[in-house]
């Protein structure tokens, strides 16, 4: 006697439709379980278009210079991800956005161009 192909097949080797579901359900579970910390870590208070791809991290402040118009950014080695030999970077005061966190907030391309650079809240 045939059986329907829904029924499967329970021998050594064999497929189950039952046991199939199961465990894509339990791949799927661990694939979400994995990478829900890379999401929170991935954009953080920043928004998507600076922080696509885990480029924006606080600063230090003793690393921004405010010099009139200009905001003068000088990292040393280590103290940016995108960055991890340092560099320096200057925009201007009208090309800061809106304050996330209580730090200084700088957003680097892979390449290492300036994205956004976030100032501190009042009271930060």
Same mark, same amino acid.
């Given at each position: 006697?045939? =059986? /329907?192909?829904?029924? /499967?097949?329970?021998?050594?080797?064999?497929?189950?439709?039952?046991? /199939?579901?199961?465990?894509?359900?339990?791949?799927?579970?661990?694939?979400? &379980?994995?990478?829900?910390?890379?999401?929170?870590?991935?954009?953080?208070? %920043?928004?998507? $278009?600076?922080?696509?791809?885990?480029? @924006?991290?606080? !600063?230090?402040? =003793?690393?921004? !210079? $405010?010099?009139?118009? $200009?905001?003068?950014?000088?990292?040393?080695?280590?103290?940016?991800?995108?960055?991890?030999?340092?560099?320096? %970077? +200057?925009?201007? =005061?009208?090309?800061?956005?809106?304050? !996330? +966190?209580? $730090? %200084?907030? !700088? @957003?680097?391309?892979?390449? /290492?161009?300036?994205?956004?650079?976030?100032?501190? &809240?009042?009271?930060?």
């Amino acid at each position: 006697m045939r =059986r /329907g192909i829904l029924a /499967g097949h329970h021998g050594r080797g064999g497929f189950s439709l039952a046991r /199939g579901a199961r465990d894509f359900a339990a791949s799927v579970t661990l694939a979400a &379980a994995l990478l829900a910390p890379l999401a929170g870590f991935a954009h953080g208070p %920043w928004p998507y $278009e600076c922080c696509h791809d885990r480029d @924006c991290a606080e !600063v230090d402040a =003793r690393h921004v !210079v $405010e010099a009139g118009d $200009e905001i003068i950014i000088t990292l040393p080695a280590g103290a940016h991800p995108m960055a991890p030999g340092g560099g320096r %970077w +200057t925009t201007t =005061r009208d090309r800061l956005r809106k304050p !996330v +966190t209580g $730090e %200084w907030g !700088v @957003c680097l391309s892979p390449t /290492g161009a300036l994205l956004c650079v976030f100032p501190p &809240a009042v009271g930060g």
